[in-house]
Nanobody, 117 residues
């Protein structure tokens, strides 16, 4: 069955770094665009970073540009989100998403990131 398993979340001080990982299985990972979303309490889920399946093109929300980097390793069926210079407003549950042709969407269970002193 399809699985997306996020890891790497936790508590970090402002200015710190975290690296999120999302291990995928049960579908053709290399043919899917991969995305990281986040949802803070009381707010809508928002797209943070995306990487395409063919060209590996990336895009980011304005709020994280220059601080976050998305990457993928198709050999390991894993997508990463390197988060640097973290701010309290980055606190949220971070979700991994796989988007394929035919508007297929797969979601992970989420991992909590808390930025606090």
């Amino acid at each position: 069955q399809v699985q997306l398993v996020e890891s790497g979340g936790g508590l970090v001080q402002p200015g710190g770094s975290l690296r999120l990982s999302c291990a995928a299985s049960g579908f053709a990972f290399s043919r899917y665009d991969m995305n990281w979303y986040r949802q803070a309490p009381g707010k809508e889920r928002e797209l943070v970073a995306a990487i395409t399946w063919f060209t590996g093109s990336t895009r980011y929300a304005d709020s994280v540009k220059g601080r976050f980097t998305i990457s993928r390793d198709d050999a390991k069926n894993t997508v990463y989100l390197q988060m640097n210079s973290l701010k309290p407003e980055d606190t949220a549950v971070y979700y991994c998403n796989a988007y394929g042709s035919g508007h297929i969407n797969h979601w992970g269970q989420g991992t909590q990131v808390t930025v606090s002193s």
